[in-house]
């Protein structure tokens, strides 16, 4: 009998250990600065030697003028995305911020990020947005936003933003988890 409670206790004291170290694991280095001149890419661009890293440069810093409005497109609205195309620095580090500029009755139409969730957050304006669910259900949920509200679209979901007021602009700030990321149109529409 005291092997087996002593068996439970050893086995119990293996699975909490377990979820004690369930981390990803450390970088093994600060940061790795994107060489675009590289011909050799692997999960992201190569990293730039660290001694030839620079604040000034695009390596950490980029003047992106996010607070600046943007002209819209067809759909009435414009994505400024700030990834590692624009700071080298970003490499491998798995985030990107876009600034989103809707025009009075603009969109931004049914997209999926297939490799980055998203958190939105309302500057200006008020936002109707939304995400279809795959599981359970196709389920729809949205949600109607005003300044300083925030919204997040789990990775991989159909997912839309609409500005519904005809006379004002809104605009948006959002952060993906994501260096490198894509955006692909949905057939919704």
């Known amino acids: 009998m005291a092997s087996t409670s002593s068996f439970l206790i050893l086995a119990l004291f293996a699975l909490v250990s377990l979820q004690a170290i369930a981390s990803d694991p450390s970088p093994l280095q600060d940061f790795c600065v994107a060489d675009k001149n590289s011909p050799v890419l692997v999960n992201g661009f190569v990293c730039k030697n660290p001694m030839h890293v620079n604040e000034d440069e695009d390596d950490f810093f980029k003047a992106a003028n996010l607070d600046k409005p943007r002209v819209t497109n067809k759909v009435r609205s414009n994505v400024t995305l700030i990834n590692v195309m624009q700071i080298a620095g970003l490499n491998t580090l798995g985030i990107s911020i876009a600034r989103i500029d809707y025009a009075p009755l603009g969109q931004n139409p049914p997209h999926t990020h297939p490799r980055a969730t998203e958190i939105l957050t309302v500057l200006e304006g ?45 605009v948006a700030i959002s952060v993906l988890s994501s260096g490198r990321t894509t955006t692909t149109k949905s057939n919704l529409g």
């Not at 949920?141 to 979901?157: A, E, Q, T």
């Open 126 to 170: 008020t936002l109707y947005v939304g995400f279809l669910t795959s599981n359970p259900e196709n389920k729809f949920l949205s949600k109607v936003l005003n300044k300083g509200d925030v919204f997040v679209f789990p990775i991989g979901l159909i997912h839309f933003q609409f500005n519904p007021n005809p006379y004002k602009p809104a």
